[in-house]
């Protein structure tokens, strides 16, 4: 998996970060010493850092400027300082993103998932499997014991949103903040809808058993 | 300044000589002295006054008619005294350097409020850097800690959100020049992003959104477009109906112009009050009827899209809905390509 490095002066800001980030499965190195942070963090050997600016010893500038000088690990600027000044110094310096805080932590992951996926190239898996559900999200097509069904953009964010969620229930509302995240303005009509088509689909290729709706709680993929 | 009024500021000193010269004229006319003699006299008496007179008028006139042009054409008009030329008679030095040295009293006084504003919004800018931090850890431990107390936390904290960053721009918003920077920016990226700020005032309250008129580009300011647009998705979202609430954003190009509208099915504003929305601190029924209103966000909006050089046009009807539309002018800075 790959390995974060956090570099933070804040220590709920580092510590709260390195959970959330342990949870959604990355390797995460939070070094608390910034006397030598430079060699630290390359030490950490990290695919990617997230780096603060306003730090104790060196600032995040020089930092940024001293890991480009020793290597090319992708590095996302997160700071408060939030004008279009200090966004450009962070490109200029080497930074591959800039995202002010107090930011918005699905829009985090998706960046740093961004970045990893376009480092990282060939690694994306663009085909998931569920049972015997082969769910392929580049062509956004789904195949159950030989038959095929293609899916609409919405129905492709339910069912990726209820599968990275499987075995748990996800409320409506919850439901809905995925999608409204991935640029899908659904209203609560259309998102039920949208479930009910999805799940004739899927039992129009034979599959009995698929998304199930909780009353009152929401939708799960057993 | 005339001939005349110049006269009228002098009729003591012209009245006692036609009064001395009338007394003395009678004592010549009793001892019989001829009258050819009294015309000399009087000629010889008054020629030096009036010549004097007249070269002080034309100079005096020089003076402040250039004085006067000077004024007319200065952009900054306290800053005469800098530019005029110093007088080269006595009375003209001593205004010249009275309102020389009043004129220098003047801008110390004012770089002193000037030195001050400027202390307070760095203070202010500051302040709201810093206060970003707790608040970011306060998001990553609700993030890490999700149920529905700490989800309705989130809420109000993206309330909190919305007031530190009116403050931001209220302290810039007299000075823009400091923090802007135009460029391209797409609007239908701007809108989602925005929308996507918003999304659990509409999810929550079940508002439907359609932005699929949403096209092209302007050069602008991206930030503080973001702002103002969150103010008015705000306001949409906030004063719309209990149910079947929806906001309708859409573009329309013209031949000099790109219009983005905003427009719900709210409640609307009732027509007394329509003219004074961009009143700073005026709330209106509304306000009363929904508490939580500042009368802060439409007053800023005007002023930042003022100065980014757009227009802020707002229509309602009460109860059928508002509508408020961004113009962004073609050419100038709003250029497009």
Not at chain 1, 80 to 86: I, L, Y
Not at chain 2, 48 to 64: D, G, S
Request: proline residues 2%; contains cysteine; hydrophobic residues 40%.
């Amino acid at each position: 998996m790959a390995r974060i490095v956090i570099i933070e002066d804040t220590e709920k800001i580092r510590e709260e970060l390195k959970t959330f980030l342990i949870r959604y499965g990355y390797e995460v190195a939070a070094p608390t010493n910034f006397e030598d942070i430079i060699k630290d963090t390359l030490k950490e050997e990290p695919d990617l850092i997230l780096l603060d600016i306003n730090l104790p010893v060196f600032d995040g500038y020089y930092i940024c400027r001293e890991i480009r000088k020793n290597s090319d690990v992708p590095i996302i600027v997160v700071t408060s300082r939030d004008s279009e000044m200090d966004e450009l110094m962070s490109m200029n310096l080497g930074a591959d993103d800039f995202i002010t805080k107090p930011y918005n932590t699905q829009i985090l992951m998706a960046r740093i998932e961004t970045i990893l996926r376009r480092v990282n190239g060939s690694s994306i898996r663009d085909t998931i499997v569920y049972n015997d559900l082969e769910f392929n999200l580049s062509n956004g097509s789904v195949k159950y014991k030989g038959k095929i069904a293609e899916l609409t953009k919405n129905e492709i964010k339910i069912l990726s949103c209820l599968y990275k969620n499987k075995g748990k229930i996800v409320s409506r509302d919850d439901l809905m903040d995925f999608m409204w995240n991935e640029d899908v303005f659904v209203d609560d009509n259309n998102l039920s809808v949208n479930v009910t088509r999805l799940r004739k689909k899927l039992e129009g290729l034979g599959m009995k058993k698929n998304i199930e709706t909780r009353r009152g709680l929401g939708y799960i993929l057993p | 300044m005339s001939m005349k009024e110049y006269l009228k500021d002098r009729t003591i000193f012209l009245l006692i000589n036609f009064i001395l010269f009338t007394v003395i004229c009678g004592i010549m006319l009793l001892i019989n002295i001829s009258t050819s003699i009294i015309f000399l006299i009087f000629f010889i008496w008054f020629f030096p006054i009036f010549t004097y007179i007249t070269i002080e008028f034309t100079k005096q006139k020089i003076l402040y008619n250039e004085l006067n042009s000077i004024m007319d054409n200065l952009d900054k008009k306290y800053l005469l005294a800098e530019i005029m030329k110093e007088p080269d008679h006595i009375e003209g030095k001593l205004l010249y350097d009275l309102l020389r040295q009043a004129n220098k009293e003047m801008h110390e006084h004012v770089k002193n409020y000037r030195d001050r504003e400027n202390e307070y919004r760095e203070y202010i800018e500051t302040w709201v850097h810093e206060i970003k931090t707790p608040i970011a850890s306060t998001r990553l431990i609700i993030e890490n800690n999700q149920n529905h107390i700490t989800r309705n936390i989130k809420d109000e904290i993206k309330k909190i959100e919305e007031y530190i960053e009116q403050v931001l721009y209220y302290s810039r918003s007299n000075n823009v020049s400091k923090d802007y920077l135009i460029k391209e920016v797409s609007l239908a990226d701007l809108v989602r992003s925005v929308i996507k700020r918003n999304s659990r005032d509409f999810i929550s309250k079940g508002i439907t959104i359609d932005i699929e008129g949403v096209e092209g580009t302007v050069y602008s300011d991206a930030k503080w477009l973001e702002f103002i647009l969150n103010q008015l998705i705000g306001n949409a979202t906030k004063y719309n109906r209990e149910r079947d609430g929806r906001v309708t954003i859409d573009s329309v190009r013209n031949e000099n112009n790109i219009i983005l509208t905003i427009e719900d099915n709210g409640i609307g504003i009732l027509d007394k009050d329509i003219n004074r929305v961009f009143e700073k601190g005026f709330t209106g029924e509304n306000g009363r009827k929904f508490g939580e209103s500042t009368g802060i966000g439409l007053y800023l909006c005007k002023k930042l899209a003022d100065q980014l050089g757009l227009g802020l046009v707002l229509e309602s009807d009460a109860g059928e809905g508002t509508k408020v539309s961004i113009i962004f002018p073609l050419g100038g800075i709003n250029l497009m390509c």
